[in-house]
């Protein structure tokens, strides 16, 4: 069912978040009911083998109407394949993610709406630009992968610092005229989105962020980096 038009949606990717989703969905009713634009919250089910679903509407009937939140499967595996699910579903002026684990602090959206309001097409959070700090770093090999990532990608989408910080917002039809470009779905989602936007020349603006490295990470260094490098080296393919 088309969802009820309002200023932003809030998509959250989940699988097997059933533990951790029901303090992450209150903070951010909370952090949203204080704001002045009108908010939406979708959790994304990408699959999962717990409760999420059931917890998420079950924190949804404790919360009330104020933030709405609504829960949308998908079934097709892979956080990019959620996150378009999400992001396309809905009709509000502004839209965008961010991950279960609140890494990124709630309070860089109203930095991010700001700038969305002024004109801005996409606003990301980079835990590498000038300001950022790590309040929890990752482990060492991670941020020896990380760094070779970047180097990766920076041939891809030029001046952008973090192409994969799990924070990502945008103007509607910005984004929906990249996304509708897009064919990743897995660890390249955002960097062809990224790419996308450059492509079609609208403007992205990095956050600096005090990033905490969350706990319950499903990321698993070997299998998921081999897979993350791999992709991207298949990005060249798709975006010819």
Same mark, same amino acid.
């Given at each position: 069912?088309?969802?009820?038009?309002?200023?932003?949606?809030?998509?959250?990717?989940?699988?097997? /978040?059933?533990?951790?989703?029901?303090?992450?969905?209150?903070?951010?009713?909370?952090? *949203?009911?204080?704001?002045?634009?009108?908010?939406?919250?979708?959790?994304?089910?990408? +699959?999962?083998?717990?409760?999420?679903?059931?917890?998420?509407?079950?924190?949804?009937?404790?919360? +009330?109407?104020?933030?709405?939140?609504?829960?949308?499967?998908?079934?097709?595996?892979?956080?990019?394949?959620?996150?378009?699910?999400? =992001? *396309?579903?809905?009709?509000?002026?502004?839209?965008? &993610?961010?991950?279960?684990?609140?890494?990124?602090?709630? /309070?860089?959206?109203?930095?991010?709406?700001?700038?969305?309001?002024? +004109?801005?097409?996409?606003?990301?959070?980079?835990?590498?630009?000038?300001?950022?700090?790590?309040?929890?770093?990752?482990?060492?090999?991670?941020?020896?992968?990380?760094?070779?990532?970047?180097?990766?990608?920076?041939?891809?989408?030029?001046?952008?610092?973090?192409? #994969?910080?799990? &924070?990502?917002?945008? /103007?509607? /039809?910005?984004?929906?005229?990249?996304?509708? #470009?897009?064919?990743?779905? +897995? &660890?390249?989602?955002?960097?062809? =989105? *990224?790419?996308?936007? #450059?492509?079609?020349?609208?403007?992205?603006?990095? =956050?600096?962020?005090?990033?905490?490295?969350?706990?319950?990470?499903?990321?698993?260094?070997?299998?998921?980096?081999?897979?993350? &490098?791999?992709?991207?080296? #298949? =990005?060249?393919?798709?975006?010819?």
């Amino acid at each position: 069912m088309p969802r009820s038009y309002v200023d932003l949606e809030v998509v959250i990717p989940a699988y097997n /978040e059933a533990e951790r989703i029901p303090g992450t969905l209150r903070k951010t009713v909370d952090f *949203l009911a204080a704001m002045p634009w009108s908010s939406r919250i979708v959790v994304v089910d990408n +699959g999962s083998v717990d409760e999420t679903a059931a917890v998420v509407r079950g924190i949804s009937r404790e919360t +009330g109407n104020e933030v709405p939140i609504s829960v949308v499967g998908c079934s097709r595996r892979g956080k990019g394949a959620a996150v378009r699910r999400g =992001l *396309l579903s809905g009709t509000s002026r502004f839209t965008g &993610f961010f991950d279960a684990d609140l890494a990124t602090p709630l /309070e860089t959206l109203t930095d991010a709406m700001t700038h969305l309001a002024a +004109g801005a097409a996409a606003v990301i959070a980079s835990r590498h630009a000038p300001g950022s700090s790590l309040v929890r770093p990752q482990h060492p090999v991670r941020r020896v992968g990380g760094k070779a990532f970047r180097v990766l990608t920076s041939s891809k989408v030029k001046g952008i610092r973090d192409t #994969q910080c799990g &924070f990502k917002f945008f /103007e509607r /039809e910005a984004l929906t005229a990249a996304m509708v #470009q897009c064919r990743s779905t +897995g &660890f390249a989602f955002d960097v062809e =989105l *990224l790419l996308r936007l #450059q492509n079609n020349r609208s403007s992205i603006i990095e =956050l600096p962020v005090a990033w905490t490295d969350g706990a319950g990470s499903t990321f698993r260094t070997l299998r998921d980096g081999v897979a993350s &490098f791999a992709s991207v080296i #298949q =990005l060249q393919k798709v975006t010819l």
